[in-house]
C-alpha cells in the first residue's frame, strides 16, 4: 500500500504558486521523499527528492516538515504546462530494493 | 540524447494471443521496470530487472514474463492475453544506488487493447 496520502485534486490560476501537499505520518528516518509527475498521456517524469531539508531545482521545490511527516512540493509560478497529476512517494535508500510505491497522486488543475 | 522508447505504441490485440512489448533505453542503467496503469490510477509494478540475467516478479507479475539478455532492453510477454490486461504500459531506468537516488526515468507508454 502506498505510504502517502494526498488530495486527489487540486485548483490553482495560472501564474500563481501552488502548493501541493502530502503526508507520509510513518515514514522512517532512511525514507527519501520523491515527486514525480504525470502529464496527460505521456509517462511520469521525477520532479524532485529530498530527506530532510529543502530543496530547490529548476522545476520545483520541496518543503519538509521538521518531523518529516509531511510536506509540500511548490510550484513557484504555475503554467498550464504543469496541469498533471502529481505523485508523492516514499522511498528508503537503505533497501537495495528499487520498487517505487505508487498512489493515486493529486491532480493539478491549472485555470488560464 | 539518452532515452527510453517503448513499441508499440498501440496494439490491439485477442483474448489468448501471445503478445510482447518492446523497451529500449540508451541511458545504460542496470535498474529497468515494467508498470502498467489502469485508467484513474497509480502505477503498479509486474516486473523488474537489477542486471543482465536478472530477473524479478513485482506487485501484479501473474501472465506476464520478462527477460533481460543485454543492458539496453527488457521486453515483456504477455502469455496468453486477457481483457483484464487491458491497460497502458510504461517501462523505466534507473540510476545505480551508488550513483544517485533511484530516479525513474519513464518510456512514452504502451496502449494495450485485449479484445
Known amino acids: 500500500d502506498a505510504k502517502t496520502t494526498q488530495p486527489n485534486s487540486m485548483e490553482s490560476n495560472e501564474e500563481e504558486p501552488v502548493h501541493l501537499p502530502c503526508n507520509h505520518s510513518?515514514?522512517?528516518?532512511?525514507?527519501?521523499i520523491h515527486w514525480y509527475r504525470q502529464l496527460p498521456s505521456q509517462g511520469p517524469e521525477y520532479v524532485i527528492h529530498?530527506?530532510?531539508?529543502?530543496v530547490n531545482n529548476r522545476m520545483a521545490s520541496l518543503a519538509i516538515a521538521e518531523d518529516r511527516k509531511s510536506s509540500t512540493l511548490i510550484l513557484h509560478r504555475a503554467t498550464l504546462r504543469d496541469a498533471a497529476v502529481y505523485y508523492c512517494?516514499?522511498?528508503?535508500?537503505?533497501?537495495?530494493?528499487?520498487?517505487?510505491?505508487w498512489g493515486a497522486g493529486t491532480k493539478l488543475i491549472i485555470k488560464p | 540524447d539518452a532515452e527510453i522508447t517503448q513499441s508499440p505504441r498501440h496494439k490491439i490485440t485477442e483474448t489468448g494471443r501471445q503478445v510482447t512489448l518492446a523497451c529500449h533505453q540508451t541511458?545504460?542503467?542496470?535498474?529497468m521496470f515494467w508498470y502498467r496503469q489502469d485508467l484513474g490510477h497509480g502505477l503498479r509494478l509486474i516486473h523488474y530487472?537489477?542486471?543482465?540475467?536478472?530477473?524479478n516478479k513485482g506487485e501484479v507479475s501473474d501472465g506476464y514474463s520478462v527477460s533481460r539478455s543485454n543492458t539496453e532492453d527488457l521486453p515483456l510477454t504477455l502469455e496468453s492475453a486477457a481483457s483484464s490486461q487491458t491497460s497502458v504500459y510504461f517501462c523505466?531506468?534507473?540510476?545505480?544506488?551508488?550513483?544517485?537516488?533511484?530516479?525513474?526515468?519513464f518510456g512514452p507508454g504502451t496502449r494495450l487493447t485485449v479484445l
Open positions: 523505466a531506468s534507473s540510476i545505480d544506488r551508488d550513483r544517485g537516488y533511484g530516479e525513474q526515468f
Open positions: 541511458w545504460n542503467h542496470n535498474n
Open positions: 530487472s537489477y542486471g543482465v540475467q536478472d530477473t
Open positions: 510513518t515514514i522512517s528516518g532512511t525514507d527519501y
Open positions: 529530498g530527506l530532510t531539508s529543502n
Open positions: 512517494i516514499l522511498r528508503d535508500v537503505m533497501d537495495s530494493n528499487y520498487q517505487l510505491i
